[in-house]
């Protein structure tokens, strides 16, 4: 199983700054994108970025879209090394516990969760 360490949470006033970062364990697949997700108290966890191996390719979630931006690190011989996800202009609504985690085309996981880092955004 692939191990995914995420940091980098914090607590922050409305319009900070955050950088997430989240270390890749060896084992992930190749080809796959990694996403980041998240998971507000109360509600389901939801995908807000992904990236995509080959290309860099980014997609967001209409909420983070234009505040968000995901970045990759893979080595030279193609082995995911780590993603991290810069958040600019934080609201109250981003605050959740974040993850992340090796997706497939449907967004589907195979691997187990991270502990994820806490992310509280006050107004």
């Known amino acids: 199983q692939v191990q995914f360490v995420e940091s980098g949470g914090g607590s922050v006033q409305a319009g900070g700054t955050l950088r997430l970062s989240c270390e890749i364990s060896?084992?992930?697949?190749?080809?796959?994108?990694m996403a980041w997700f998240r998971q507000a108290p109360g509600k389901d966890r939801e995908v807000v970025a992904r990236?995509?191996?080959?290309?860099?390719?980014?997609?967001?979630?209409?909420a983070v879209k234009g505040r968000f931006t995901m970045s990759s690190v893979i080595s030279s011989d193609g082995i995911w090394k780590s993603v991290s996800l810069q958040m600019n202009s934080l609201k109250p609504e981003d605050t959740a516990v974040y993850y992340c985690?090796?997706?497939?085309?449907?967004?589907?996981?195979?691997?187990?969760w991270g502990q994820g880092t806490q992310v509280t955004v006050s107004s």
């Open positions: 985690n090796q997706v497939d085309r449907n967004k589907s996981i195979w691997n187990s």
């Open positions: 060896k084992g992930a697949l190749s080809g796959y994108p």
């Open positions: 990236i995509y191996w080959n290309d860099d390719a980014t997609e967001y979630s209409d």
